[in-house]
Structures are given as structure tokens and as C-alpha cells.
T-cell receptor, first 113, second 108 residues
Framework: GAVVSQHPSRVICKSGTSVKIECRSL??????MFWYRQFPKKSLMLMATSNEGSKATYEQGVEKDKFLINHASLTLSTLTVTSAHPEDSSFYIC?????????FGPGTRLTVT | GESVGLHLPTLSVQEGDNSIINCAYS??????FIWYKQESGKGPQFIIDIRSNMDKRQGQRVTVLLNKTVKHLSLQIAATQPGDSAVYFCAENGFGNEKLTFGTGTRL
């Protein structure tokens, strides 16, 4: 149990376009999900906390208008990178809370050309 | 701000030897610590956790030690195997706080 999936696993988009990444809890309901960003050979940096039915809480320095988060159901949170630029290229990972523990998705590799 | 960090970025061991990965944390209010394993191109995988009211916890081939006096956490892997090769992160959070703070990571 407690499986978290992400889609897509890899995406390449052109500069200026928007891309949506989905995070799903497959076998449990999650009122809280988290979005992280990870640069090569670096640690995970928390971007925001996604709360079902309410606005996301963003960490300091994360642009809420650039990284749109929607947690419309208890099993799905989406992260939309708007007007993507090459510096947005990164590995994006989500996690979901189940029984007080965080379970991580497999990550999405975003490359902006 | 509060931080969690690791002493060694890279650790090389012979197959069959024991591995010890260290982590220092600075938030004395942290009461829950977790070790994660991350293989290339994948998300973190839970290994073992420990709460602040304990100083040692054992799992299958892994042991976590917590020294609250010096704010130090370690992960010991017995009989290290090639499949253990990955980056290991320590993470912590405080009571009532679901947000995790990750350490720098050590590549084994």
C-alpha cells in the first residue's frame, strides 16, 4: 500500500510554454501532498505544501504564479510550470502523507529547451 | 535557518563491509528523523526512521543511531551489497510539523 505515482516521468517542452505534472496517491487518500524540486547531485528542496480543497502553501522564494498547484481531489495534486524557462529544468518529486508518513513519487524530469 | 547536513558527500566501501553514513542536524526541536535511499532518476525510498525518545533502532541490515547531545544521526548498513549503491539522505521534522527538511546527501 501507500503508492504514489507521477505523470509524466519525463517531459521536454519549449521555452515559454506551460507543462503540467500530476501526482496521484493510488491506494489511499491524501489531504496533504508536497512538491519538491531537485537539481542534479543536490538535495530535495520543498517548494510547496498542497492541501486538498484549499490553496497551496508555498515556501519562501517559490513563485506561486509560476508554479501553480491544484489539489482538486483526495488522490490528485497537479503542479503546472507556467511560461517555462531553461532554468526551470529540474527533477520534480511529489509526496503524500499516509498514516503520518511521507511516501514519495518516482519523480518527473522536466527539460526546457 | 535550521538545517540538516552530512559530513561526507561520497562513501566507497567494499562489498560485504559495513557502511556508516553520518548526518548532523541543527534544529534541537526536531523529534523525528528518517533515512531515505534514492537511486538515480527515482524518488526517495524510505529506509528507516527514529523518534527522539530513542537512541537506536534496527531494521533489516540497517541500524540508525541518534545522539541528541551532539545532534548527530547515523545510518549503518551491514554487509553492504552492490544494490545498496545510491544516494542516502537524512531528513527531519519537528513535532506537529509534517514538512521534512532534507540533508545534503551521501553517495554510497
Amino acid at each position: 500500500g501507500a503508492v504514489v505515482s507521477q505523470h509524466p516521468s519525463r517531459v521536454i517542452c519549449k521555452s515559454g510554454t506551460s507543462v503540467k505534472i500530476e501526482c496521484r496517491s493510488l491506494d489511499f487518500q491524501a489531504t496533504t501532498m508536497f512538491w519538491y524540486r531537485q537539481f542534479p547531485k543536490k538535495s530535495l528542496m520543498l517548494m510547496a505544501t498542497s492541501n486538498e480543497g484549499s490553496k497551496a502553501t508555498y515556501e519562501q522564494g517559490v513563485e506561486k504564479d509560476k508554479f501553480l498547484i491544484n489539489h482538486a481531489s483526495l488522490t490528485l495534486s497537479t503542479l503546472t510550470v507556467t511560461s517555462a524557462h531553461p532554468e526551470d529544468s529540474s527533477f520534480y518529486i511529489c509526496s503524500a502523507i499516509y498514516r503520518d508518513e511521507q511516501y514519495f513519487g518516482p519523480g518527473t524530469r522536466l527539460t526546457v529547451t | 535557518g535550521e538545517s540538516v547536513g552530512l559530513h561526507l558527500p561520497t562513501l566507497s566501501v567494499q562489498e560485504g563491509d559495513n557502511s556508516i553514513i553520518n548526518c548532523a542536524y541543527s534544529n534541537s526541536a526536531s523529534d523525528y528523523f528518517i533515512w531515505y535511499k534514492q537511486e538515480s532518476g527515482k524518488g526517495p525510498q524510505f529506509i528507516i526512521d527514529i523518534r527522539s525518545n530513542m537512541d537506536k533502532r534496527q531494521g533489516q541490515r540497517v541500524t540508525v543511531l541518534l545522539n541528541k547531545t551532539v545532534k548527530h544521526l547515523s545510518l549503518q548498513i551491514a554487509a553492504t551489497q552492490p544494490g545498496d549503491s545510491a544516494v542516502y539522505f537524512c531528513a527531519e521534522n519537528g513535532f506537529g510539523n509534517e514538512k521534512l527538511t532534507f540533508g545534503t546527501g551521501t553517495r554510497l
